[in-house]
């Protein structure tokens, strides 16, 4: 089968012809039909151990993936050939077991080979089934774009209905976490510099949206979750939320920021990082798009271009959330 693969640090994908796999106990081979692009892959190819070191190279790289289901290995209950599934890819991390894997080995396109090719070996206990009738475009982003934006809003954040609530970045993760928002009763707010997508923002049922988040200043928001992270829109976040507020922390676009730990102090305030998500939000999140509710943004691409959706994500040009589409 074709795969696109990561050789060494700083170096372009190149397609690649690899054996087969073969399904063993408790594991299925998927075709995959939809394979999303992330921020995360550009990083894995320029500096590895930002997210997880990689298990080797060359790799396969790619962790947003829906597929069908063409082989079952031994002991495999509940999935039948012809199943269509997406991998949530901490689900083997988030509860491994005495012996299971840690979170990178457990990742696909870091820990093992990930789903920019044919055919991907998934653990059957990483699969959610995708909804009849479910673009399985929006299958493959629900796995972490939406699980990784869900979990930031509803879990860490502990979203209720009525709360006042920030988005900080309208991006592919932004854009889904705020129409998350809204369909479970918050009133959502947007602060989002690109003014071009502050119209999608209102589509989303978004109540404002601002250039800054220093724009919010003393506006006393129960919940802001940072889905950019420049430093400057953590600190501002935390001049936001009210007492007791909470600010979820999920960019990376500086991993190295000074705060003033005053309004930290004196809104005695809850700082929380997240991270991936779990089987559950990725199921929620299918309800939600089944039912016509939640339709990120998306752009796609063929399985062809991968590389060149690579370069477009580094240098900023994506729109919405970047798919590569094998199937239907």
């Known amino acids: 089968m074709k795969a696109w693969q990561l050789i060494g640090t700083n ?21 995959v039909t939809a394979s999303g692009l992330c921020h995360s892959d550009v990083s894995s190819m320029t500096d590895p151990g930002v997210f997880a070191s990689l298990a080797k190279t060359p790799i396969t790289i790619g ?18 050939i012809g199943d269509r599934a997406g991998v949530c890819p901490t689900a083997s991390a988030a509860t491994p077991g005495k012996d299971g894997p840690s979170a990178g080995e457990a990742s696909p396109g870091y ?12 653990r ?39 709360m006042k609530v920030g988005i900080i970045g309208l991006g592919g993760l932004g854009q889904i976490a705020a129409r998350v928002g809204v369909l479970k009763g918050a009133e959502v707010h947007v602060a989002e510099m690109k003014k071009d997508v502050w119209t999608l923002a209102e589509s989303l049922g978004a109540t404002s949206t601002v250039s800054d988040v220093s724009e919010w200043r003393g506006q006393g928001f129960d919940l802001i979750v ?5 430093g400057t829109t953590t600190a501002g976040a935390l001049k936001a939320v009210r007492y007791d507020g909470t600010v979820v922390q999920v960019g990376m676009g500086k991993t190295d920021i000074g705060i003033d730990t005053t309004d930290l102090i004196i809104n005695h305030a809850n ?12 199921a929620d999140l299918y309800a939600l798009m089944a039912a016509g509710d939640l339709t990120p943004q998306i752009t796609e691409i063929t399985f062809d271009q991968i590389p060149q959706g690579i370069d477009d994500l580094r240098d900023g040009k994506v729109t919405g959330r970047l798919v590569a589409r094998l199937g239907s």
């Open 226 to 230: 940072d889905y950019a992270g420049f």
């Open 111 to 122: 820990g093992h080979d990930g789903g920019f090719a044919e055919k991907y070996l998934a």
């Open 11 to 31: 170096k372009p994908l190149e397609l690649t012809e690899v054996a087969d796999p073969t399904p063993g106990p408790g594991e299925v081979v998927l075709d």
């Open 271 to 282: 700082l929380l990082g997240s991270v991936g998500g779990t089987k559950d939000d990725i």
């Open 124 to 162: 059957a206990y990483d699969l959610v089934r995708v909804p009849d009738g479910l673009d399985i475009a929006l299958g493959a982003v629900a796995t972490d774009a939406g699980m990784t934006s869900y979990h930031a809003l509803v879990v860490r954040g502990a979203l209720k209905k009525g």
């Open 63 to 80: 962790h947003e993936i829906a597929g069908v289901v063409s082989a079952v290995g031994e002991g495999v209950t509940g999935w039948a």
